[in-house]
């Protein structure tokens, strides 16, 4: 007669620490720092002055913004093309209100939120009303909002925005490293806890992964969906706001640059941290790494096109590892 196991496993059947998933969720966090050290290595100097990291630090927390702008429709399993263009209008709106008709610089931003907002909403419209792919009328949407931007500005920068911009974004320090950064990585914390401890974040997360599923549920799938395009609306415009606060004016372009980076950081993102999952602190980590990249090999005396390469390569090879890891958490599930 055999006995009974008892109630109290042994130690030796505790569930093992899995270091292959450990170590495949923190593999990009180790690249940064591997690749950091090698370029310290090589300029030490330059590359590891204070000066430089702060540098790093503060002025890509535009991007980190623009990234949580991004992964939030892209966890529901929509696309965002217009969050760039976003950007660039709420810089411009904030310069044409503030330096050329003399409003106070808190309604300006607030005008500009609300751009974001009614974009957010146009865009939601049309994608849920007339079933239209996110991909095509954010697209079309974007290109629009860029002719309303060249149109408001003269195909020109606008400078004279009010001090107090760009003293609270890059002027004050906190350990010499400026606010802008901060409000970054609270944004990031702000939207970790959403995706993990709430039920709105759940149910995100549960449309994004079938929405036929999450229908059948009793989700309501295109409020949800309505939702996170209104927020990334709003979160693009916040971004604007701190670009203009980064270099003291609007510039109707260079905002468009930053399509690209934010889709590589959120992609290479969703392989770090919750590989499978687009997340904020592996999006963070992903804007730096490729930071990081692109300022050492510029340290090292690289040319700007490396800047191209990076990012759309980056690109490239985030959504195709994105992609196996999703398929293999699908197997895994069932």
Not at 229 to 258: C, E, K, R
Not at 277 to 282: I, L, Q, Y
Request: hydrophobic share 55%.
């Amino acid at each position: 007669m055999t006995q009974a196991p008892s109630a109290t496993a042994p130690a030796s059947t505790a569930r093992k620490f899995n270091w292959v998933r450990f170590l495949e969720a923190y593999a990009l966090v180790f690249a940064l720092i591997l690749l950091g050290a090698v370029f310290g290595a090589l300029r030490p100097e330059s590359f590891l002055s204070w000066g430089n990291i702060s540098t790093m630090l503060g002025s890509q927390a535009v991007l980190v913004v623009l990234t949580m702008a991004l992964i939030i429709p892209l966890t529901a399993g929509d696309f965002d093309l217009s969050v760039a263009s976003m950007l660039t209008l709420s810089a411009m709106i904030i310069a044409v209100l503030n330096a050329q008709m003399g409003v106070e610089l808190l309604p300006s931003i607030g005008v500009a939120l609300l751009a974001g907002a009614i974009l957010g909403a146009l865009n939601a419209w049309f994608i849920l009303y007339f079933r239209i792919p996110s991909l095509i009328v954010t697209l079309g949407t974007g290109t629009f909002v860029n002719g309303l931007v060249l149109w408001m500005s003269g195909s020109m920068t606008i400078s004279g925005l009010d001090d107090a911009l760009v003293e609270w974004v890059v002027v004050r320090r906190v350990f010499g490293i400026p606010l802008a950064f901060y409000y970054a990585v609270a944004l990031c914390a702000v939207i970790w806890y959403f995706f993990g401890y709430t039920t709105a974040g759940r149910r995100l997360l549960f449309v994004g992964r079938g929405r036929e599923v999450a229908r059948l549920s009793g989700i309501r799938v295109d409020r949800v969906r309505m939702f996170s395009l209104i927020t990334s609306g709003v979160l693009s415009a916040a971004s604007g706001v701190m670009y203009a606060g980064t270099i003291g004016a609007a510039d109707p372009l260079s905002g468009l640059t930053f399509m690209l980076p934010g889709f590589a950081a959120a992609f290479l993102g969703a392989t770090s941290v919750s590989p499978g999952r687009f997340n904020p602190w592996g999006s963070l980590v992903a804007v730096y790494f490729l930071v990081i990249g692109i300022t050492g090999l510029t340290i090292l005396g690289i040319q700007t096109f490396v800047q191209n390469l990076f990012y759309g390569g980056g690109l490239v090879l985030a959504v195709a590892l994105s992609q196996l890891v999703r398929n293999r958490e699908a197997q895994d599930f069932t």
